[in-house]
């Protein structure tokens, strides 16, 4: 009964990181070399997916999967490690050049909030 329940959970929080990454369930399932099929039964909590499966669905969605089983798990974090989480999501798809222009907002924003203190 509560291992049905965490299946669940690993599935729904999967899936809000798939769609938070705007993936389809298909190319989660390519790049993670599954079966679109098996994918999506993990997605709804029907199967029982092994360690090694996890770690290809958290891989082809580019996520750390100490963050995937922290959510399932319910694991509270701060705000602001949460904020940091996401961007992190956000700017792992980044370009070497992207994230140099990123960096340099940053600086200049946290510079300018201090500045206006």
Same mark, same amino acid.
């Given at each position: !009964? @509560?291992?049905?329940?965490?299946?669940?959970?690993?599935?729904? *929080?999967?899936?809000?990181?798939?769609?938070?990454?705007?993936?389809?369930?298909?190319?989660?399932?390519?790049?993670?070399?599954?079966?679109?099929?098996?994918?999506?039964?993990?997605?709804?909590?029907?199967?029982?997916?092994?360690?090694?499966?996890?770690?290809?669905?958290? @891989?082809?969605? *580019?996520?750390?999967?100490?963050?995937?089983?922290?959510?399932?798990?319910?694991?509270?974090?701060?705000?602001?490690?949460?904020?940091?989480?996401?961007?992190?999501? !956000?700017?792992?798809?980044?370009?070497?050049?992207?994230? !140099?222009?990123?960096?340099?907002?940053?600086?200049?924003?946290?510079?300018?909030?201090?500045?206006?203190?």
């Amino acid at each position: !009964m @509560a291992g049905d329940i965490l299946l669940k959970q690993l599935g729904e *929080e999967l899936r809000r990181l798939r769609k938070f990454r705007k993936l389809s369930q298909e190319e989660v399932a390519e790049r993670a070399e599954l079966h679109p099929t098996y994918y999506g039964q993990v997605e709804r909590g029907e199967v029982n997916p092994s360690i090694k499966t996890v770690l290809q669905i958290v @891989a082809a969605i *580019e996520i750390d999967p100490a963050q995937l089983i922290n959510s399932v798990l319910k694991i509270k974090k701060s705000e602001k490690d949460s904020l940091l989480n996401e961007i992190l999501i !956000m700017l792992k798809g980044a370009s070497t050049k992207q994230l !140099m222009l990123i960096r340099s907002l940053v600086a200049d924003t946290v510079e300018w909030s201090r500045k206006s203190k």
